[in-house]
């Protein structure tokens, strides 16, 4: 699979399209924040859940993983205090903590160190997105010439290169900004509303108001527009889990056959590889998408909500102010910021803070504001 890889790496978050075709098709945010799927640990466990028949273990993120004991090979123990070698195979998401197993092979490096390690990827932003890929990348465009070393280290086959932004193949803010709208419109007319749910993302199809033909002839041809579209948000938005798709309503059996025909044609590049259900008697169409990593939406957004989480706004001020700076490098700078973005940047953004500013060379001035819903820069 041949792909162009797009990086935005800005202070202490990189975000990332994977191109095909002159459009994304994946989008990343990567802060080191979560352990991906695939990656290797030295963990400890911490606690054995006999109602749950699982252990949980501490492999240094935010809470301790989930790991069902019938994953620890036998001649393993699983008790508390033991030191596991464990494998996420689904990256802590929502509320819910990484799935491990133990069903892997133990790096001897795992003898020398304490828990939790990690043991596989080496560290550092490009290692833990190659894990999320899927392939290695021929070309790789990225807007920061400091990530080069760390890019060559881990993509040794792919073309680096750090062309002026009007050069890229689509604006990556522009496209992300995109992934994250709740309503979507359809070429020739009609909507498509995305909403992600605690136990199943709902997608809603609308015909809109059609100016001529039939009302049969409409919803068919705005239902495979449709799904199509769906196919490529689905991955795009990385959603994973139980997906339940209301299309327009068809009374013949044929015509609802076509649509499922053409969501399931559209469906077949996903790497995740989406089971399609089929039609419900309530006239849904599910399916399930495989789900290895958290979405773009939970990775962004507040839980139920539509707003930027506060440390997500935090990397887009400091990534904003790196530009900034790359226009005018002898200025120091003001950042005024809401209030939650504020302690943000003074609480999980800090160390990008502190990497902009040992880059710069000169502190950054961060500034509460009270009635602020964003961010501002301004040069002192």
């Known amino acids: 699979m041949a792909g162009e890889l797009l990086i935005s790496a800005g202070p202490g978050e990189w975000r990332a399209a994977w191109v095909d075709g002159g459009e994304a098709v994946e989008l990343y945010v990567e802060r080191g924040d979560t352990k991906p799927a695939g990656s290797i640990h030295l963990g400890r466990v911490v606690r054995i859940?006999?109602?749950?028949?699982?252990?949980?273990?501490?492999?240094?993120?935010?809470?301790?993983?989930?790991?069902?004991?019938?994953?620890?090979?036998?001649?393993?123990?699983?008790?508390?205090?033991?030191?596991?070698?464990?494998?996420?195979?689904?990256?802590?998401?929502?509320?819910?903590?990484?799935?491990?197993?133990?069903?892997?092979?133990?790096?001897?490096?795992a003898l020398r160190l304490d828990p939790p390690a990690q043991l596989f990827p080496?560290?550092?932003?490009?290692?833990?997105?190659?894990?999320?890929?899927?392939?290695?990348?021929?070309?790789?465009?990225?807007?920061?010439?400091?990530?080069?070393?760390?890019?060559?280290?881990?993509?040794?086959?792919?073309?680096?290169?750090?062309?002026?932004?009007?050069?890229?193949?689509?604006?990556l803010d522009s496209a992300f900004d995109a992934a994250l709208m709740p309503s979507l419109a359809l070429r020739g007319g009609g909507r498509v509303h995305i909403e992600e749910a605690r136990a199943a993302t709902l997608i809603d199809v609308d015909t809109g108001t059609p100016e001529s033909g039939s009302a049969e002839r409409a919803a068919l041809a705005a239902n495979r527009a449709a799904a199509g579209l769906i196919a490529r948000q689905l991955r795009l938005r990385n959603i994973g889990?139980?997906?339940?798709?209301?299309?327009?309503?068809?009374?013949?059996?044929?015509?609802?056959?076509?649509?499922?025909?053409?969501l399931e044609a559209a469906l077949a590049n996903d790497p995740a590889k989406p089971q399609l259900l089929g039609w419900t008697r309530l006239g849904h169409?599910?399916?399930?998408?495989?789900?290895?990593?958290?979405?773009?939406?939970?990775?962004?957004?507040?839980?139920?909500?539509?707003?930027?989480?506060?440390v997500a706004v935090a990397h887009e001020a400091l990534r904003r102010l790196q530009r900034e700076a790359r226009a005018n490098p002898a200025a120091n700078w003001r950042l005024i910021a809401a209030p939650a973005v504020a302690a943000a940047l003074r609480g999980a953004a800090a160390p990008a803070l502190q990497a902009l500013e040992t880059r710069l060379g000169r502190r950054i001035a961060i500034e509460a504001g009270p009635d602020r819903e964003g961010f501002d820069i301004a040069p002192l």
């Open 49 to 109: 859940v006999p109602g749950l028949d699982a252990a949980l273990v501490d492999i240094g993120d935010e809470r301790p993983g989930f790991l069902p004991l019938r994953d620890v090979p036998e001649g393993i123990k699983a008790e508390e205090g033991a030191r596991l070698v464990v494998k996420v195979r689904r990256e802590a998401w929502a509320e819910k903590a990484p799935r491990l197993t133990a069903k892997v092979d133990t790096p001897g490096l």
């Open 241 to 262: 889990g139980p997906v339940v798709i209301d299309f327009v309503g068809l009374d013949r059996r044929a015509a609802r056959e076509r649509v499922r025909h053409a």
């Open 285 to 310: 169409i599910e399916l399930v998408r495989p789900r290895r990593g958290r979405s773009l939406a939970d990775a962004l957004l507040e839980p139920n909500s539509r707003a930027k989480q506060p």
């Open 122 to 171: 080496t560290t550092g932003l490009a290692a833990a997105l190659a894990l999320r890929l899927p392939a290695a990348p021929q070309q790789i465009t990225t807007d920061d010439n400091a990530v080069l070393a760390d890019l060559r280290s881990v993509f040794r086959e792919a073309e680096i290169a750090q062309p002026a932004a009007d050069e890229w193949p689509i604006d």
